[in-house]
C-alpha cells in the first residue's frame, strides 16, 4: 500500500544509500567526484523502468507494507563540479 507516509520514507531510505555510496566511493577514489541527486520513488502495483544505458546495482526486500526494490544507478555527468 503507497500511503504517502510509506513514500516519504522510502525517499529518505534512498537518500541515505545514495548519500553513503557517494561519499564511500569518493573517499575510496577522488577522481570519481560523484554528486547525490534527489531520488526517484515510483509506487506502483505493477510498474517497468527502463534505461538502456544506465546499469544498475538492485536490491528487493519484503516489508509488512509490501515488496520493496531498490535500484542504484550512476551516470557520468557532462561536466566537472569540483
Known amino acids: 500500500m503507497c500511503t504517502v507516509s510509506v ?3 522510502m525517499v529518505k531510505l534512498a537518500n541515505i544509500v545514495a548519500g553513503v ?3 564511500m566511493l569518493n573517499k575510496k577514489d577522488k577522481t570519481y567526484s560523484l554528486r547525490v541527486s534527489p531520488p526517484s520513488v515510483f509506487c506502483s502495483t505493477n510498474a517497468e523502468l527502463v534505461s538502456p ?16 526494490f531498490l ?12
Do not use: D, H
Not at 544505458?53 to 520493496?68: E, R, V, W
Not at 542504484?72 to 555527468?77: A, S
Open 21 to 23: 555510496a557517494c561519499s
Open 7 to 9: 513514500i516519504k520514507v
Open 71 to 82: 535500484g542504484i544507478g550512476f551516470k557520468k555527468g557532462l561536466e566537472a563540479w569540483i
Open 53 to 68: 544505458n544506465l546499469k544498475i546495482q538492485s536490491s528487493y526486500a519484503q516489508t509488512t507494507f509490501g515488496p520493496i
